[in-house]
């Protein structure tokens, strides 16, 4: 008989082991075939790079993935719409003060966070129960600067500083209906001596500021700044990103708030829609949107600043990224973060809309 | 006994009312009840909506500048699309179909793509505002953004195609011998188009340009981004109120309105066109 080596042993003892494992690993893993998710997310290509880290790690597992993509205001317009039906998606994409308002109309279920294990990764107050974080974008003033030193105008530290003569009608400011005017209205308020609660301050700088356009999309900004017609605008240093890429000399501006703030914050957050058949696949989804690698595609492809620790650090390499982004734990943390506790987006909506047809 | 040949168009006008009436239900009955936010409303009839929207300058501005900017598309549009179609129905040329073909894939182009061209076109930067100022017509670009005159430029861009396509269908149905009967008996050109051409097209004429007005009441793309978010119609206004204030009620309420004002200014054309049909017929 051979005598058995201790090489042997060992392979042996693996391969045994292994097939004892494999039925413990099969599963952990979850399977989705025949599950069909459908997200309720952005559109503009937002939902494809989405689809590409996050969306094909579902689809590996058997799942289809379907996009509906519209603003969060949109699609919470289709939750209401579908209320007491069954509801148009199984994930969906909310921002601003439409999470609170999501939330308190009862559209979205509890997240099994045991499903969340990538939310180690985030700050503890990026995920709950209710919801988790998606990505974050740094609201603030994009600016061309060749078109500012022609005009003899100086670069903007504040948002007041759109107010210079040589800017009326040459500048963009970001519309009432988009997420991301709630921190212009707040950080132009708060600069000049305004509140959260008391935004008047902040209206009458956009009155004030005599804008070319308030755009309603971020393609219509570009396309401005691009032509000519603008030489700044209100938005996202994911904007400024994509136009530096574009070959647009741009740069941007976190304007400083009060005495001692700089920037202001807006983040976006995942939601799993109360009653959906898929709860799982739409948790392992989530979990996969947050993971290091989805979080630093879209910072890289898309400018919006990762919520996930590991690929925010990695960002500091990328001097793009790098230029136009606040990312160290200091900076974010003075950077204003709007209490939508605090700002009401209906009665604000109701003064803007008088303001722009009486300033005619 | 004379044939009723206008009651064939009987199903086909049940149909059309069912399929308004049926989209349009929840519409008039939600601008009944208050408010409760999320696209809540209340349970307690009410006429508040009405009230206020009849009562607040912002929704009759609104009301007045969606139905002015509808009414000059309108008239513009046949005034620059009437003549290109009467050339083209009296063009004898291969060139025709070339032409009706262009038009036809234009109005195939999704309204945001034309909408975006013209921002582009008239940009400060763009050819047409620095053709102008070589020119000297002007001493500055020209912008259609944020102003009404450029969501009028928009529109009629919307509507052109469709609108030459329908005029081009009505002078074909007008016998050239007519014309030419006319200019045989010594009318001057301009006396021909007043006295045959005109007359015989003014059906035509009327229902491009109600078919045209009634898609400018309720456009909303051209109005949302030339209007550079500062001109308010009431289809601008209604998606503010319904998507950023989830205020269903009084979003009902201003598109009850916009309806109603709409078929009411259609209704009294008709009214119109009639009348001048009898008297027409009765000088005859």
């Known amino acids: 008989m051979r005598k058995l080596g201790r090489r042997s042993f060992l392979a042996g003892a693996t391969a045994a082991s292994a097939l004892l494992a494999a039925p413990a690993i099969r599963a952990q893993t979850p399977n989705f075939a025949g599950q069909t998710l459908r997200v309720a997310t952005f559109g503009g290509g937002w939902d494809r790079a989405v689809h590409k880290y996050a969306g094909v790690k579902l689809e590996a597992l058997g799942a289809k993935v379907e996009y509906v993509t519209a603003p969060p205001r949109d699609n919470l317009a289709k939750l209401i719409a579908a ?16 999470w609170v308002d999501t939330y308190e109309a009862g559209f979205i279920q509890k997240i099994n ?38 005009a003899g105008v100086p670069g903007p530290e504040r948002y007041r500083d759109l107010l210079h003569p040589a800017l009326q009608r040459k500048i ?22 305004g509140s959260q609660e008391n935004i008047t301050a902040g209206l009458e700088f956009v009155r004030k500021a005599n804008p070319f356009q308030f755009w309603r999309v971020g393609a219509q900004a570009v396309t401005l700044m691009n032509s000519g017609d603008i030489m700044a605008s209100t938005m996202h240093a994911g904007f400024a990103v994509q136009m530096r890429r574009a070959g647009l000399p741009v740069k941007f501006t976190h304007p400083k708030v009060g005495p001692t703030k700089r920037g202001l914050s807006k983040e976006g957050w995942l939601g799993v829609v109360k009653g959906t058949p898929v709860a799982r696949a739409a948790e392992f989804f989530i979990n996969e949107y947050i993971s290091y690698d989805t ?18 650090d990695a960002l500091v390499n990328d001097p793009l990224l790098k230029e136009m982004f606040l990312l160290s734990e200091a900076d974010v943390a003075n950077m204003v973060s709007v209490d939508f506790t605090k700002f009401n987006l209906d009665d604000a909506t109701q003064r803007w809309s008088r303001m722009i047809t009486s300033a005619k | 006994m004379k044939a009723r040949w206008h009651w064939i168009l009987l199903p086909s006008l049940l149909l059309s009312l069912g399929l308004l009436l049926a989209s349009q239900i929840a519409f008039l009955r939600g601008g009944f009840f208050r408010d409760l936010r999320l696209g809540r409303m209340g349970t307690d009839f009410t006429l508040a909506n009405y009230e206020r929207f009849f009562t607040d300058p912002l929704y009759l501005d609104s009301l007045l500048l969606t139905v002015r900017l509808s009414l000059t598309v309108a008239l513009l549009t046949l005034l620059v699309g009437f003549p290109i179609a009467y050339v083209l129905a009296r063009l004898k040329s291969r060139w025709t179909l070339v032409l009706l073909a262009g038009i036809i894939a234009a109005s195939f182009i999704t309204i945001v793509i034309k909408v975006l061209g013209l921002i582009i076109i008239f940009s400060s930067g763009g050819f047409l505002n620095r053709f102008l100022m070589w020119t000297g017509i002007v001493s500055s670009p020209i912008a259609i953004v944020g102003n009404p005159g450029g969501v009028v430029i928009g529109l009629m861009h919307f509507t052109m195609g469709f609108s030459i396509l329908l005029l081009y269908s009505v002078v074909q149905t007008i016998p050239r011998s007519l014309e030419e009967a006319a200019e045989i008996h010594g009318a001057p050109r301009w006396r021909v188009f007043a006295r045959v051409i005109l007359p015989l097209s003014l059906p035509g004429l ?35 109120t319904v998507i950023n204030q989830t205020r269903y009620g009084m979003g009902a309420t201003i598109s009850a309105v916009l309806m109603l004002v709409t078929l009411a200014i259609n209704g009294l054309s008709v009214l119109a066109m009639s009348k001048l049909d009898k008297r027409r017929s009765a000088v005859a």
Not at chain 1, 172 to 193: H, K, M, N, P, T
Not at chain 1, 304 to 310: E, Q
């Open chain 1, 172 to 193: 963009a400011i970001i519309d009432i209906s988009q997420a991301g005017i709630s921190q212009l209205l707040v950080g132009a308020s708060i600069d000049e001596g």
């Open chain 1, 83 to 98: 209320r007491g039906q069954a509801a148009p998606f199984d994930v969906v994409e909310m921002a601003d003060l439409t």
């Open chain 1, 113 to 150: 966070l045991d499903n969340i294990p990538n939310r180690k990764e985030l700050l503890p107050t990026l995920a709950d129960e209710w919801k988790v974080a998606s990505w974050a974008t740094q609201e603030g003033i994009v600016w061309h600067p060749e078109r500012f030193a022609a």
């Open chain 1, 295 to 312: 979080q630093f595609g879209l910072a890289t492809e898309r400018g919006v600043v990762p919520i996930n620790n590991r690929a925010r």
């Open chain 2, 206 to 240: 009327v229902v491009t340009g109600l078919i045209v007005f009634n898609l400018c009441m309720g456009a909303f793309t051209s109005a949302a981004l030339i209007g550079g978010g500062k001109v308010y119609t009431l289809p601008v206004l209604i998606q503010q």
